[in-house]
């Protein structure tokens, strides 16, 4: 009797592929609160220049990463509402990294957002931060 091993397989990736932490596989979280300072294991930092984001009023967001980070990538992402992504533009200055921005205004009074940070090490191992923050309507 010969067992077909397709269907099995089939639908083991069918579950793999509806996972939601299959998405952010190989990233590095933390369990901070939201707009708070954030400390990674990798030695890494994220902190807000104001914890109190209001929508269409520029920010910073501020960064301490390992001193032989390279190839900075960023951007945003809402989570309450996708409203597209804002790539983010990180300047070194001295010891932290900048980057000014501003989110968008979302018919909701409270909007998460999640910034996804990627870099790779000096000996060329990519890693992944998420930060995640609130931006209050206040208007």
Request: charged share 15%; with cysteine; aromatic share 12%.
């Amino acid at each position: 009797m010969r067992t077909s091993f397709l269907p099995v397989f089939l639908f083991s990736v069918f579950l793999a592929a509806c996972d939601s932490q299959s998405i952010e596989e190989g990233s590095t979280s933390t369990s901070c609160e939201n707009n708070s300072h954030c400390y990674y294991p990798n030695n890494a930092e994220v902190w807000l220049s104001n914890p109190a984001i209001s929508p269409e009023l520029p920010f910073a967001i501020n960064l301490k990463l390992p001193k032989d980070a390279k190839n900075l990538s960023a951007k945003l992402e809402g989570v309450t509402m996708y409203m597209g992504f804002i790539p983010l533009q990180f300047k070194q200055k001295g010891q932290v990294w900048v980057a000014d921005t501003m989110v968008g205004a979302c018919s909701e009074p409270v909007m998460t957002w999640k910034m996804m940070l990627t870099y790779t090490t000096g000996d060329n191992q990519p890693q992944t931060l998420l930060y995640y923050f609130d931006s209050l309507q206040t208007r």
